[in-house]
């Protein structure tokens, strides 16, 4: 039977997981969340509550500006929990992050454009302004965009997009469609 | 007052007024017969309605409402911390506004200086129950809004609540939950929870905050004339009624809970 359990409840001495737990500085184990109290003694939050990115979230984003050296997008999803509008973070793509394979090739004029959505994995918390974004895997990256004429593209390749209704296609750094 | 010029391209008011009389009322003696003037025992503090969800556009929010103080607050958090200091540890915000019309006298529609201090106050008592550690780069923001003002220090002691209530709402980390009491002390003794015409009648007064459940205190504020004496007293009078706020601020959280599982069902 699960039960709820509100900040500063103590919990039993078994109670694991490192969500919702905190010790405190008698050794008592108490909950920092209002969460149900499950069986496995461990705390499952019925509220989806939006994070901040963390290293390693998996992080969707809009392409705000480009550089040479790196594209900067605006964080409106993290962790599939999309974060209240008009609150995003700031997060950058470096030319070195990406792809994995020759990186000091890279050409970011071929790989992103303004007002694509991106994927990526956070990579680092980076300094004040930005968080670090990394692409380098075959599932992240570009997955819409919109040709220069305006239509929405399909992705043809790891490295190309297609626009059916104008017919033109354009160079992007292509996320491999997930089947969820 | 004599008009000095008179205005032809305005409706004018007539060239001298005075302002009117009131009759001297007698004041309302504020204690008989060991109760008050609301029917409370010198120790009773005022009855408290607790409620979040109150603003659906913030993470969390809680309204509360202890006699006629009426207090509103908003938690927006976490969020990125738009200065350019990075941190490593969160940043907690709390900003108190006082409604125009809360008090007898109106206020500015700017944040002033009681505004600010009042913010710091409420800061102080939160600060230590946060785990803001948790929280890199992020900031915490929290927003009172004070409608209605009856007491300065029953304002800091319920926004402290209310804000402590909005952060559990909002899904931050917390060490516990933070409650808070005031009281006044006056030649016939310590009252709990003072009005704005109580605290006028007495001598000084003392704020108290803490975290029950482990049972540590964050915050403590005096002011006016009382002795070291007194000020353990009123501190030990404060601290008896921790129990029964903490049993506010859990049932109020019990039944957002029970209510929001509600909602989702349906």
């Known amino acids: 039977m699960s039960s709820l359990v509100l900040p500063g409840q103590p919990l039993g001495p078994s109670a694991k997981g490192s969500l919702g737990v905190y010790v405190d500085s008698n050794g008592v184990h108490r909950a920092s969340l209002i969460g149900l109290f499950k069986p496995d003694k461990s705390i499952m939050i019925p509220k989806l509550r939006p994070n901040a990115p963390s290293e390693n979230s998996i992080v969707i984003g809009t392409v705000m500006r480009l550089s040479s050296q790196q594209a900067s997008l605006s964080i409106t999803v993290v962790d599939g929990i999309a974060l209240p509008h008009g609150e995003d973070y700031v997060g950058v793509i470096r030319q070195q992050d990406v792809r994995a394979t020759e990186v000091d090739r890279v050409k970011l004029g071929d790989c992103f454009r303004g007002g694509d959505i991106v994927k990526g994995q956070v990579i680092s918390i980076g300094d004040s302004r930005s968080y670090y974004i990394s692409t380098a895997r075959a599932d992240l990256g570009v997955m819409f965009a919109t040709s220069e004429a305006g239509n929405p593209m399909e992705p043809m390749s790891w490295e190309e997009m297609y626009s059916p209704r104008d017919g033109t296609r354009e160079k992007r750094k292509v996320a491999r469609p997930t089947t969820e | ?266």
């Open chain 2, 1 to 266: 007052m004599a008009q000095p010029s008179f205005d032809r391209r305005r409706v004018n008011g007539p060239e001298e007024s005075f302002p009117p009389i009131f009759p001297d009322l007698p004041a309302e003696p504020l204690v008989t017969n060991g109760k008050r003037r609301d029917g409370r025992a010198l120790n009773d503090v005022r009855p408290i309605f607790l409620q979040t969800g109150l603003i659906s556009q913030a993470n969390g929010s809680a309204y509360i409402e202890t006699g006629n103080t009426k207090i509103a607050c908003a938690v927006y958090a976490p969020r990125q911390l738009k200065n350019a200091q990075y941190s490593d540890v969160g940043r907690l915000n709390v900003e108190v506004k006082f409604a125009p019309f809360s008090s007898k006298i109106r206020r500015a529609h700017l944040r002033d200086v009681e505004d600010r201090s009042i913010g710091q106050l409420v800061y102080q008592s939160l600060l230590p129950a946060v785990q803001l550690h948790l929280f890199p780069k992020s900031s915490i923001d929290v927003f009172i809004t004070i409608i209605e003002n009856d007491g300065l220090e029953s304002c800091v002691a319920s926004a402290s609540m209310a804000a402590s209530t909005a952060l559990a709402d909002a899904g931050i980390e917390m060490l516990g939950m933070v409650v808070s009491c005031c009281s006044a002390i006056n030649d016939d003794g310590i009252w709990l929870d003072p009005d704005t015409a109580e605290v006028k009648a007495s001598r000084g007064t003392l704020l108290l905050a803490g975290l029950p459940a482990l049972g540590t205190i964050t915050n403590l504020w005096q002011a006016g004339q009382i002795t070291s004496l007194d000020a353990l007293r009123c501190i030990d009078a404060c601290h008896e009624r921790f129990k029964d706020l903490h049993d506010v601020v859990i049932d109020a959280l019990m039944q957002s809970n029970r209510a929001k599982q509600a909602q989702a069902l349906s």
